[in-house]
């Protein structure tokens, strides 16, 4: 059965650290779904297809790798794309405690669904999309927090 991850999550904008996350877990899987999921909680600095084209950017040439976005539950849309790996990254005792409730709830409401934390690098566990909104709304400079290939669109 083909391995396939979801990696849910703003991306508003994606940062170096996603990108980390994702490159990390390549080799673990088949196909990566980075899915921007569209939460009624947050209201984004960036459209929808402006982060779609920033992470196709960085992943063009990636076969394994597919953008996509979605609206409600993340479990559901995890079982419509057959993934039964659900991806997310690790900066703090914060995230972990917030991603145990959300990954057991997920398996309870999908238990074929197994999520699988990976740890961020230590230069970049402080990088986060919001840090890098606020810098951008202070008119700070955010180029070397996001990845390269979209870095000229933050001069
Ligand atoms: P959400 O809006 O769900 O928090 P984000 O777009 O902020 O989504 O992040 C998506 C995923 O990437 C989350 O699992 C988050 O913990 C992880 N992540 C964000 N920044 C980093 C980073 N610097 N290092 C490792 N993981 C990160």
Redesign the pocket.
Known sequence: MKKIAVF?????PI?I??A??VKRALPLFDEVIIAIGS?SQ?QSLYSLEQRIKWIELVFKGEKKVKVESYGGLTVNFCEKKKANYLL????SAA?FEY?KTIAHLNHDMLPQLETILIL?RLE??S???TIVREIIRGKGKVGKFVPKQIAKDFK
């Open positions: 849910p999550g703003s991306f508003d940062t650290g996603h980390d996350i939460n947050k997310r990254g690790i900066r995230d991603e961020s970049y566990s990088i986060s999309s």
